[in-house]
């Protein structure tokens, strides 16, 4: 009889639901609205449901599944499986979504932030395929992540590792982040901040021909500024070499760090294709010292939007043979 | 019969070797000249022939041994058991460390670089004890450490990790490293560096109690610089707290990556006692975010010169308990 693992990827937004055999092949995959705002007893209704109209309408039954995996936002106690809080989450607070959804599903679930079983996933089928040492980074609003050592996901102390955004590079007279720290690479180097960045430039009349961009949408975004840095406006440029700048910083410091094999850049700012990772590999190859220069492998992830459920399936599994 | 584990710390001037019980306890010690100008075969007698007498003069017979740890400066491969080239030791160029020394004393022996098997001893019985999650930083000549991530060193792809003194923390405008970087860590908070700003600045003609001591002595130590800024000296206190500055940013940035739950410095520099500690931490409260200021506790190692022993002892048992 084939094994089979299932993976949800709760999001902010969506429910992402995958069903994946034992060489996590996907053979069946759905998503409906998350609704957090309704709370967590409806989010787990919502999993419950969803999973079970998603294993009939595929012909299988709750017996194929050997385990499940979960990830969601954080903070989060992994080991615990408690969502302690998250910003996208509304009403989630300190809820044992493990035990939760274990209880509904009558199986195994396996808990992970979203970040890090991102990272598996682009660890073990995506970008990462391949290597024992690998670092993960998100650029999104924020900048999130996930660190291999080893074959094993870096956790920290009440898991909360890998926060790698927070790395702090421009200590003195740095732009304020987020979180309340000053100089993060965060700061300059999400999407949202590159954007920040422009449109506080603009605004403040610099030159560019994203001027017009701001004037016709009210915005400037992380998209625009790439297209005309690609188009040749030396101010577009100047941000995009300052994100890159950044992210070639992060790249010196983490393989200083946990010595990866293996840097793997995901999020919609990959989008950006080209220009943006020879942009990363030209600062760290400007601050990197001369031997370590050919050491690191700089890449953009290979799942897209799949690696959530890609990389809690493929947790469920790894915990199954683990077993 | 009770086991016995030896602990060989390999350094550039002395081999300082330790004999311990099962729970590490240390029932003698010796130490030698390495003279490594005169090469790794050479080398390799000094550590056979002062084991020898070392157990020879305390009633320990090579029976008593179960197995060896063996600990050297790098760059080295940790999984090959070689030396690759060692600024501390000329002459050893890929030299197969492990093997050789295991030939000679026909025990088995675990190979670590020095850094790593000083965190180590910190984390089995030091500074580092009952905690999961550590980071261990030598402020030295340069500034090196280790890691500890969920009870395991990490060791990174090719043995690189842990190069902590090389995180870039100010990349525009910073001073240039040893290692051809600009901005480390290193460069501002090694004992050489804070040793070395302050004489810069002397011999640019900076007011300062210290200009004396340059006069009298032709340089000014870190030890100097402490002292004097203790006793009010405000270029030295500059100078000190632009040691204590960067490494409470290096500490900020460690906890935003592996997480740990205690950071240990050792090294000379520790010397200087609780105003540098207290130094450290201000400005690591600083600069991290307000959440995770009461997270992460920072202190000095405590097993001083024979971490190294304890360490590469404490390997070697380990070693023997997860065969």
């Avoid at 603009?202 to 994203?210: E, K, N, R, W, Y």
Wanted: proline share 4%.
């Amino acid at each position: 009889m084939s094994k089979f693992f299932l993976g949800i990827d709760l999001g902010g937004t969506n429910i992402k639901i995958g069903c994946f055999d034992e060489n996590l092949k996907l053979h069946a995959k759905s998503s409906a609205p998350t609704h957090a705002e309704m709370g967590p007893e409806n989010v787990i209704d919502s999993i419950e449901q969803t999973t079970k109209e998603l294993l009939n309408n595929n012909s299988f039954t709750l017996d194929d599944i050997v385990s499940v995996g979960i990830g969601s936002p954080g903070p989060a106690s992994i080991s615990e499986g408690i969502v302690i809080s998250a910003p996208n989450l509304p009403e989630f607070q300190n809820v044992p979504l493990r035990k939760l959804v274990s209880q509904r599903l009558q199986k195994p679930v396996i808990f992970e932030n979203d970040a890090n079983a991102a990272c598996w996933g682009e660890y073990v089928v995506g970008a990462g395929k391949g290597v024992k040492d690998m670092v993960f980074f998100t650029l999104g609003t924020g900048i999130g992540g996930g660190i291999i050592s080893n074959g094993e996901l870096v956790h920290g102390h009440k898991d909360n590792a890998a926060e790698l955004g927070h790395m702090i590079i421009y200590p003195h007279g740095g732009r304020f982040c987020g979180c309340g720290q000053r100089g993060c690479v965060e700061a300059y180097a999400s999407a949202s901040s590159t954007a920040r960045r422009a449109t506080e430039a603009i605004q403040a009349g610099t030159p560019s021909s994203l001027k017009k961009v701001y004037k016709k949408n009210g915005e400037i975004t992380c998209k625009d500024i790439f297209e005309h840095s690609a188009n040749g406006d030396s101010f577009a440029r100047e941000i995009t070499n300052g994100t890159a700048e950044a992210l070639g910083i992060l790249c010196v410091n983490i393989i200083h760090i946990t010595g990866p094999q293996r840097v793997v850049f995901a999020g919609g700012m990959i989008a950006a294709g080209k220009p943006l990772l020879d942009g990363i590999k030209k600062y760290f190859n400007h601050y990197i010292w001369p031997l370590k220069q050919e050491s690191l492998e700089i890449c953009f992830a290979t799942l897209g939007e799949d690696a959530g459920i890609i990389g809690t399936a493929a947790l469920a599994l790894h915990n199954s043979q683990n077993e």
